[in-house]
């Protein structure tokens, strides 16, 4: 749909913010607008506008409630006279909406929420609620979590594989127990990037990590060539095992933290000017070059440091055999990481989810709703020389290497 020009006047503004929901009226307002212009956008033609590419045409609206932070909205859905309009607004809107709710909800029939919460739920819902009607909506909101978590990955290769862990508390056999949320990433082979499952373990192990590496590949994932994670050892053993054949790329971000946190301070600026040089080489060897000029430099004067770094200089620089326009949003995992601090925004509501249950439809719901807007919006990446680049490479060899 193209970009909607949301439009509400000074007047109308007023008297929004003088009623006694001003946010909820505003919020009303301009999905009201959204609305309009979905049809239009469906129809190829304003209200009375007479065009060439006009599809159909308007049959009145029928009301509809939404649920939302701020308060039930009540929208004015538009009919097409043939019926085949139908918005998106709602699905794409309310999943995560009534996810957040709906842990608000079980913290108030579990009994341990506080009395805050019991406000805005019975707020937000305009009523008082019963187990069984959260029970009725849990249902609900699972089947459409797990139709997405459980998709099919078939027929499509994933060259480029992000993976890392939200850390999150959970009430669990009666005690407040911190739990890992393991969230995969991959960009196809067409270049756009899917948020290929999320999974709850009790901690970030190898086993939680093998048992999500081998549910991916039982759902079809294949044609990993590179994935993109921190050195968390749990989670490294497992990507060894279980994508033999792929290349590793350690995050950058995560390592030149670790490797000036051992530097001492006197020297942590020229380490981190000569991790710049390593980093940024053109080539694995061109890094392993910086290197040995950086270990000249600073031998004796940060030992501990230089350590770290050669044993993980060939995993950190793994990423410097692609073509150099796929480096940047390869070489760490930050992408993934802003990706963990929105649903952190979401998660943050609540705190301590009062189930896993809970947790996973909460963060299944939001990553579902972008992953929807990543698979159907801006390619992230173009791949057309990355297959160039893959049916001429030629590897380093050890003869380059003692060359160089």
């Known amino acids: 749909m193209a970009a909607v020009e949301i439009t509400v006047d000074e007047e109308q503004l007023q008297g929004l913010f003088q009623s006694d929901r001003p946010l909820a009226r505003l919020l009303e307002e301009i999905c009201n607008q959204v609305l309009e212009a979905e049809i239009s ?3 190829g033609a304003d209200r009375h506008e007479r065009t060439d590419n006009r599809s159909g045409w308007r049959n009145g609206h029928y009301e509809r409630c939404l649920t939302t932070r ?27 909406e009534k996810a957040l709710v709906l842990a608000l909800m079980e913290m108030v029939v579990n009994g341990v929420s506080t009395r805050k919460v019991k406000n805005i739920t019975t707020e937000l819902c305009g ?63 067409a270049g756009y990037r899917e948020i ?17 590496f081998r549910w991916l590949k039982a759902r079809g994932l294949e044609g990993v060539e590179l994935v993109v994670s921190d ?10 095992r279980c994508f033999q054949g792929a290349s590793w790329q ?23 000017r000569g991790l710049d040089r390593v980093l940024e080489a053109e080539s694995p060897t061109e890094a392993r070059g910086e290197f040995r000029e950086l270990a000249e430099e600073l031998e004796g004067k940060a030992d501990r440091a230089l350590d770290t ?34 649903v952190r925004r979401r998660e943050k509501v609540i705190r301590i989810f009062p189930s896993e249950e809970s947790a996973w439809r909460l963060l299944g719901a939001f990553l579902a709703e972008r992953h929807e807007e990543w698979s159907t919006g801006r ?13 001429n490479y030629e590897p380093d060899t050890p003869a380059a290497q003692a060359a160089a």
């Open 127 to 189: 009523r008082e609620f019963s187990k069984s009607t959260v029970s009725e909506l849990a249902k609900g909101l699972a089947e459409q979590v797990t139709a997405w978590n459980e998709r099919s990955l078939e027929g499509t290769a994933y060259p480029f594989v992000l993976v890392d862990a939200m850390h999150i508390k959970v009430r669990r056999q009666g005690a407040v127990r911190s739990t890992s949320a393991l969230i995969a990433v991959g960009v196809n082979e």
């Open 309 to 342: 770094l050669e044993e993980g200089l060939e995993d950190a620089t793994a990423v410097l055999r692609l073509p150099r326009k796929y480096r940047r949003r390869l070489r760490t995992t930050n992408a993934l990481e802003r990706l963990i601090e929105e």
């Open 250 to 272: 350690r995050c950058q971000t995560h390592f030149r933290r670790n490797i000036l946190d051992k530097t001492p301070g006197e020297w942590k600026e020229a380490m981190s």
């Open 70 to 96: 701020v308060g039930t909205l009540e929208l004015r859905v538009p009919r097409s006279r043939d019926g085949s309009f139908s918005t998106e607004l709602f699905e794409r809107y309310q999943r995560s």
């Open 41 to 43: 956008d469906h129809l």
């Open 231 to 240: 050195a968390h050892e749990g989670l490294t053993d497992a990507l060894h």
């Open 379 to 391: 390619r992230y990446l173009k791949m057309d020389e990355y297959f160039d680049w893959k049916e």
């Open 196 to 212: 290929l499952g999320v999974r709850i373990a009790n901690s970030e192990s190898e086993q939680g990590w093998l048992e999500t």
